[in-house]
């Protein structure tokens, strides 16, 4: 699903660039291009460990989570559920450092 109509600026204004993004908050167009650019802000801040929460969203929306992740160049790793956070439906994700990157 695409953005509606006039929806532009940044997403991110409003967040707290802190290492956990909460997406309960967004709908699910929006995911689409929150994740990449919380991700992109956490690595400015040498933030390398992001917690995602997407709360209840069905298995789709987590896939979609998932593949959005995969398509990131600077993500190590991420993994689904957490012992402390599952109930709340989280992923951890871990970033590459700069020197980390494969050269292009």
Same mark, same amino acid.
């Given at each position: 699903?695409?953005?509606?109509?006039?929806?532009?600026?940044? *997403?991110? %204004?409003? *967040?707290?660039? =802190?290492?956990?993004? +909460?997406? =309960?908050?967004?709908?699910?167009?929006?995911?689409?291009?929150?994740?990449? &650019?919380?991700?992109?802000? $956490?690595?400015?801040?040498?933030?390398? %460990?992001? +917690?995602?929460? +997407?709360?209840?969203? =069905?298995? &789709?929306?987590?896939?979609?989570? %998932? &593949?959005?992740?995969?398509?990131?160049?600077?993500?190590? $790793?991420?993994?689904?559920?957490?012992? =402390?956070? %599952?109930?709340?439906?989280?992923?951890?994700?871990?970033? @590459?450092?700069?020197?980390? @990157?494969?050269?292009?």
């Amino acid at each position: 699903m695409s953005a509606p109509e006039g929806a532009s600026g940044s *997403l991110l %204004e409003s *967040l707290p660039i =802190d290492g956990t993004l +909460h997406l =309960d908050a967004h709908p699910q167009w929006e995911v689409s291009r929150v994740v990449p &650019d919380y991700v992109a802000a $956490c690595r400015r801040r040498s933030i390398y %460990e992001v +917690h995602i929460v +997407h709360g209840r969203r =069905d298995a &789709d929306g987590v896939q979609s989570i %998932e &593949d959005i992740l995969m398509r990131i160049r600077e993500v190590a $790793c991420f993994r689904s559920g957490s012992t =402390d956070l %599952e109930a709340h439906g989280e992923t951890t994700v871990i970033l @590459l450092r700069p020197e980390e @990157l494969p050269p292009t």
